[in-house]
């Protein structure tokens, strides 16, 4: 039976996570810099876009600060609550970093602040998500179609990993939950590259 304390615990991993996530780092450096992101490329404040409007510099930066933001509140709250509350505090950093507040409801795809969350609670289904991200963009030199390709392998991974035994329900959902919202993000890259376009 779930105690008073796990639910406190749990609010406060899906506040305290979303707040973090929100928290846009490409936002922050192309304002300090007098860069509009929304006027170049895709207009989307995330690394992709962040190194095309201010060099590919910046743009590790921000992918690792973003990775960061989905990996601390995960790893914490994991330590402190349990890891059903890491895998919420995970998940609720993505959806702050998609629809960050202090952005109006904008933000970034997720792709950097997913592997930062997954890294946190379940490294192990980095890998083959890294993977599949890898081939993909070594193949397609397409970053978009090789995060589809990554939400693809994390379902997969998720689903394998349940029915085998290897991880449980919570850790299914987790995998699918962060694989939906990415590939939902991607939607515009999957009708590019369904029409042969796009990057």
């Known amino acids: 039976m779930t105690t008073l304390p796990d ?5 406060l ?38 190194a095309r409007a201010m ?9 690792a600060l973003d990775i960061f933001k989905g990996f601390v509140p995960a790893v914490v709250f994991g330590a402190l609550v349990g890891q059903a509350a890491g895998e919420l505090a995970g998940l609720a950093a993505v959806l702050g970093h998609i629809t960050s507040p202090f952005l109006k409801g904008r933000g970034g795809k997720g792709v950097a602040t997913t592997l930062g969350a997954i890294l946190g609670v379940q490294p192990l289904l980095a890998v083959p998500v890294l993977i599949a991200f890898g081939i993909v963009v070594v193949l397609t030199h397409r970053v978009g ?29 987790f995998a699918v939950a962060l694989g939906i919202l990415v590939l939902a993000r991607h939607q515009g890259n999957i009708r590019q590259a369904w029409q042969g376009r796009g990057t």
């Open 13 to 50: 991993a899906i506040v305290i996570g979303y707040l973090v996530g929100a928290i846009n780092p490409a936002a922050i450096i192309a304002r300090a810099l007098g860069v509009d992101l929304q006027s170049v490329g895709s207009g989307n404040p995330g690394a992709t876009n962040a």
């Open 145 to 173: 179609l090789g995060a589809v390709a990554g939400a693809v392998a994390l379902i997969v991974s998720g689903i394998v990993g349940w029915a085998m035994g290897w991880t449980d329900a919570a850790d299914l959902w």
């Open 55 to 63: 060099g590919p510099r910046w743009g590790v930066l921000v992918g």
């Open 7 to 11: 639910v406190v615990g749990w609010l």
